[in-house]
């Protein structure tokens, strides 16, 4: 009959109520999938934030422990959404540029060179807004030659083929103030660049008559040319490295054990000539900066896994201050934990920063 309600209860109605139940109950099922715990959108759903982290060539420390701080904060971040990346880069003048054009969103620089960029000294025209997140592990260099090049002195090098760094990797920012201190200027070297590795082949085939070499100790560039050549470890005269100390905040007092490389029989007093530091610009949002150093912080020991520069991440060395200030974001969270030292002074003392 024309306009009569359906008995729902007909056989011939059973199969449409069937499936209008199982399209609800898939709808129900799909909703409950897209949350996670307080009805929040699933990991899989949220929008990815990608974050770059400058380093260096592959093969170099900065590569390494780059590549290392990245895999922790992606692994713990990973659920929120994030995913962290390396680039491979020219080095630390290269990443503090493209911080700033905002290319890339951490970094790892050399604190000396970090120093002057925000001064807009040296090689900058313009101070940078580079802002330091964690103080990481020192780099511990000096001058090697082979004996028979007849150098015994910092003012040996004088005119003479010292490989200083690969090209544009900014070494002269903490050479400089060396050779300064001693009576010379950086034209007064026949200055060549190439990576360490190259750097010990040139001193092998005399090529080069001296190069500055470093990193944590040992040191392998050293290792190798200590192994295979006679070489002369040219000391710093101990006046000048107490003034250098004194008037640099990114220089610091190292020691080389003796006996750390081949026929080197004395304790070498030499210098911490800038850490390696992760940074970024000032303006990273002060919570990616606090998630970033409070994710490394807490997961150090996964870092220090992947490389011995993590055991860096400690109390004392991650706020040590190195002339570049820090990201709010990051002193928010030393605080929070009770390690931001009350005084500039108390940053500069204490810290073990051995790899």
């Known amino acids: 009959m024309t306009g009569q309600i ?7 109605h059973r199969p449409r109520l069937r499936l209008a139940a199982l399209c609800t109950l898939i709808a129900a099922a799909v909703l409950i999938a897209g949350c996670g715990p307080g009805g929040e959108p699933a990991p899989a759903d949220r929008q990815a934030r990608f974050l770059s982290l400058g380093t260096a060539p592959p093969g170099g420390a900065f590569f390494l422990v780059g590549s290392a701080l990245a895999d922790v904060l992606d692994r713990h971040h ?64 000096f001058f090697v030659a082979p004996r028979s090049a007849g150098i015994a002195s910092i003012a040996d090098l ?11 990797a900014g070494f002269e920012a903490f050479v400089g103030p060396i050779l300064e201190a001693h009576g010379l ?29 470093g990193g944590a100790v040992p040191t392998p560039s050293i290792e190798q040319a200590a192994s295979t050549q006679d070489l002369v470890f040219i000391p ?3 006046a000048v490295r107490d003034s250098l100390i004194e008037r640099y905040p990114f220089f610091r007092p190292a020691v080389v054990p003796a006996g750390t490389y081949a026929g080197q029989d004395d304790e070498l007093a030499v210098l911490d000539v800038g850490s390696m530091h992760l940074v970024a610009a000032a303006a990273l949002d002060d919570d990616t900066a ?32 190195t ?6 974001g990051a002193v928010r969270y030393y605080r929070e934990i009770g390690i931001w030292p009350d005084s500039e ?8 920063a051995s790899p």
């Not at 359906?6 to 011939?12: K, M, Q």
């Not at 190439?194 to 500055?212: H, I, K, R, W």
């Not at 002339?323 to 709010?328: I, N």
């Open 236 to 238: 710093f005269d101990p």
């Open 185 to 213: 200027a950086y034209d007064d070297l026949d200055v060549l660049h190439a990576p360490q590795a190259a750097a010990v082949d040139m001193l092998a085939d005399g090529s080069a008559a001296a190069a500055f070499l």
């Open 6 to 12: 359906p008995d729902l209860r007909s056989e011939s």
């Open 323 to 328: 002339g570049t200030e820090f990201h709010p």
């Open 345 to 352: 002074d108390s940053r500069q003392v204490g810290a073990d």
């Open 78 to 141: 990973r659920a929120e959404g994030w995913r962290v990346n390396t680039e491979a880069t020219k080095g630390s003048q290269e990443n503090l540029r493209r911080l700033e054009r905002g290319e890339l969103d951490l970094a790892l620089s050399n604190s000396a060179i970090t120093y002057f960029a925000v001064r807009g000294g040296g090689a900058w025209e313009q101070p940078t807004s580079t802002r330091a997140l964690l103080t990481l592990a020192p780099n511990v260099a």
């Open 290 to 321: 606090y998630q970033v150093v409070r994710t490394l912080y807490e997961n150090r020991a996964e870092v220090a896994e992947r490389h011995p520069a993590g055991r860096a991440i400690n109390p004392g060395n991650v706020v040590r201050d």
């Open 158 to 168: 004088r005119g003479r083929r010292v490989v200083i760094g690969p090209a544009g």
